[in-house]
C-alpha cells in the first residue's frame, strides 16, 4: 500500500468476490491472496474439506493418503510431472528445483529474466545491470554477492540473449515465469518459449517452469499446456494449497528420483504435504473442469474489455495484458513485452487510480507489477461494478 500512497487495510473476512475490512468496509476482491482462491473467498466445500481434515489431526509428519491423491491429481493435469515432491511454500520449491539442476548436470550457473520473481531465495534475489546479459547483484541486504555470482540475467523476450547465454557450458537451468506476472502481465512473444527449449536442449540445460502463479489458473495443466511447451521440470504453488500453504516441484522420474530419501539430492519439510492444505487443493482441483476455465476466461476478458473501454471514454491511454485469470492494467501508451518497458509505465497515475478504486470498493493490486487475479467467484454484476468504479476513477485520475 505504500507504493500508491497510502495505510494498509486490515482485512477481517472474505466470502465469495467479496473482502470485508475491520471497519466494515466491503470490496470486490481481484487480489483473491495473490493468486490461490481461484474459487474466491472461504468456498463452501474448500472450508468443509479444511475442517474434516483438522479433525483428524493437523499434522502427521508422515505419509497419508490424500497426499498421494493430490499427486495422482497433478500428474494427471500436468503430464510433464511424472514424480512430484511436496513443500511448504514457492520459495522452498524452487529452491529445490534448483538444487536438483544443478545436482543432475553438474553445472552451477542459472538464467533468469530481470522482473521475474521466484520467491526469497538468495541466489535469486539478483538485478541486472546494464549490458546483454549480467551477473547478478544483490538486491537485498543481507544477501552475498557469492550468492548470486552463479545468476545471470536478461531481459524476457530477448531471444537473441537467451540463446547466447544457453551456450554457456556451465548453465545447469533456465528458469522462467512462462507468462510473468510479477512485473504485470507479461506474455512470451510468439516463439519464445519454443526458443528456450530449443536453446536448452542444445546444452544439455534444464528447462524449469515457475508455474508457482500460472499453474491451473492459465489452464487446467497450466502455461506449459497453453503454449504447449514442455519443461523439464515444474514449480506450483498458490492454487495447490487451495488457500493454505502448500507448494511444490516435479517432473520426469530420473530427474525426481534423485531427490532424497530415493536418491542424494537432499530435501525434506516437516508440514510439506501438511493434511489440511491437501485437503483443501483437492477440494479447489475438482472444481477446475472445463467449464470453469471456460467462465474463467470469459470473466477475463469481460474485465479487460471493459477496462480499456473505460479508460477510452476517460482518455486515458493503458496497455491491458491479459490470459484466463491473470490481468494488468499498464499506465503505458505502448504493449509492455519486458521489465524495461513495465517500469517506464506511470506509477504515480496507478496509484492514484487505485485510491480512487479502494474508495469506491474495488480492491485492485497496490502495484503497477503485479496481476490482478479474476476468479470464478466474480459474477458479471462484479465485473459491470468495477467497470464503472474504473470509468469514475480514470476521470478523476488524468496523467500529466
Given at each position: 500500500m505504500r507504493s500508491i500512497g497510502r495505510d494498509p487495510i486490515f482485512i477481517a473476512s472474505g466470502r465469495g468476490a467479496t473482502i470485508t475490512d475491520v471497519d466494515g468496509n466491503d470490496y470486490i476482491d481481484y487480489v483473491c491472496s495473490w493468486g490461490p482462491l481461484i474459487l474466491g473467498h472461504a468456498h463452501?466445500?474448500?472450508?468443509?474439506?479444511?475442517?474434516?481434515?483438522?479433525?483428524?489431526?493437523?499434522?502427521?509428519?508422515?505419509?497419508?493418503?490424500?497426499?498421494?491423491?493430490?499427486?495422482?491429481?497433478?500428474?494427471?493435469?500436468?503430464?510433464?510431472?511424472?514424480?512430484?515432491?511436496?513443500?511448504s511454500s514457492g520459495t522452498e520449491a524452487t529452491m529445490s528445483a534448483i538444487r536438483l539442476a544443478r545436482a543432475a548436470t553438474g553445472r552451477e550457473r542459472i538464467l533468469k529474466f530481470a522482473g521475474?520473481?521466484?520467491?526469497?531465495?538468495?541466489?535469486?534475489?539478483?538485478q541486472a545491470g546494464s549490458g546483454l546479459a549480467t551477473q547478478g547483484i544483490p538486491s537485498s541486504p543481507g544477501v552475498l554477492g557469492s550468492a548470486t555470482a552463479a545468476t545471470v540475467i536478461?531481459?524476457?523476450?530477448?531471444?537473441?540473449?537467451?540463446?547466447?547465454?544457453?551456450?554457456?557450458?556451465?548453465?545447469?537451468?533456465?528458469?522462467?515465469?512462462?507468462?510473468?506476472?510479477?512485473?504485470?502481465?507479461?506474455?512470451?512473444?510468439?516463439?519464445?518459449?519454443?526458443?528456450?527449449?530449443?536453446?536448452?536442449?542444445?546444452?544439455?540445460?534444464?528447462?524449469?517452469?515457475?508455474?508457482?502463479?500460472?499453474?491451473?489458473r492459465v489452464a487446467p495443466g497450466g502455461a506449459q499446456q497453453h503454449y504447449g511447451i514442455d519443461p523439464d521440470l515444474t514449480i506450483m504453488g498458490k492454487i495447490i494449497g487451495g488457500g493454505l500453504p502448500a507448494a511444490a516441484y516435479g517432473g520426469r522420474r530420473e530427474l525426481m528420483e534423485r531427490i532424497a530419501p530415493a536418491g542424494d539430492v537432499y530435501q525434506a519439510g516437516t508440514l510439506s504435504g501438511n493434511p489440511l492444505a491437501v485437503a483443501a487443493a483437492l477440494a479447489t482441483?475438482?472444481?477446475?473442469?472445463?467449464?470453469?476455465?471456460?467462465?474463467?476466461?470469459?470473466?477475463?476478458?469481460?474485465?479487460?474489455?471493459?477496462?480499456?473501454?473505460?479508460?477510452?471514454?476517460?482518455?486515458?491511454?493503458?496497455?491491458?495484458?491479459?490470459?484466463?485469470?491473470?490481468?494488468?492494467?499498464?499506465?503505458?501508451?505502448?504493449?509492455?513485452?519486458?521489465y524495461a518497458t513495465a517500469a517506464a509505465s506511470d506509477t504515480a497515475a496507478?496509484?492514484?487510480?487505485?485510491?480512487?478504486?479502494?474508495?469506491?470498493?474495488?480492491?485492485?493490486?497496490?502495484?503497477?507489477?503485479?496481476?490482478?487475479?479474476?476468479?470464478?467467484?466474480?459474477?458479471?454484476?462484479?465485473?459491470?461494478?468495477?467497470?464503472?468504479?474504473?470509468?469514475e476513477a480514470f476521470a478523476e485520475v488524468v496523467p500529466r
Open positions: 463452501p466445500e474448500v472450508v468443509r474439506a479444511v475442517v474434516d481434515a483438522a479433525s483428524h489431526g493437523t499434522t502427521f509428519g508422515a505419509p497419508t493418503e490424500a497426499e498421494v491423491e493430490l499427486a495422482a491429481e497433478v500428474t494427471r493435469r500436468v503430464p510433464t510431472v511424472e514424480m512430484l515432491r511436496m513443500t521475474a520473481y521466484h520467491g526469497h531465495v538468495d541466489g535469486l534475489l539478483a536478461i531481459g524476457w523476450n530477448d531471444e537473441a540473449a537467451a540463446r547466447q547465454v544457453a551456450s554457456d557450458p556451465n548453465l545447469a537451468a533456465i528458469l522462467l515465469e512462462p507468462v510473468p506476472a510479477n512485473m504485470g502481465v507479461v506474455p512470451p512473444e510468439p516463439g519464445f518459449l519454443r526458443a528456450l527449449r530449443e536453446a536448452a536442449d542444445d546444452n544439455g540445460t534444464l528447462l524449469i517452469f515457475d508455474e508457482v502463479i500460472t499453474g491451473f482441483l475438482r472444481h477446475l473442469d472445463a467449464d470453469a476455465y471456460e467462465q474463467l476466461a470469459g470473466t477475463t476478458d469481460a474485465l479487460a474489455t471493459g477496462l480499456r473501454a473505460a479508460a477510452r471514454g476517460a482518455g486515458v491511454s493503458v496497455t491491458v495484458q491479459s490470459l484466463p485469470g491473470l490481468l494488468t492494467v499498464f499506465f503505458s501508451e505502448r504493449p509492455v513485452l519486458d496507478y496509484g492514484a487510480w487505485c485510491r480512487a478504486l479502494l474508495d469506491r470498493g474495488v480492491y485492485p493490486p497496490a502495484s503497477q507489477f503485479e496481476a490482478w487475479f479474476p476468479s470464478l467467484a466474480h459474477s458479471d454484476d462484479d465485473v459491470r461494478r468495477t467497470v464503472e468504479a474504473a470509468a
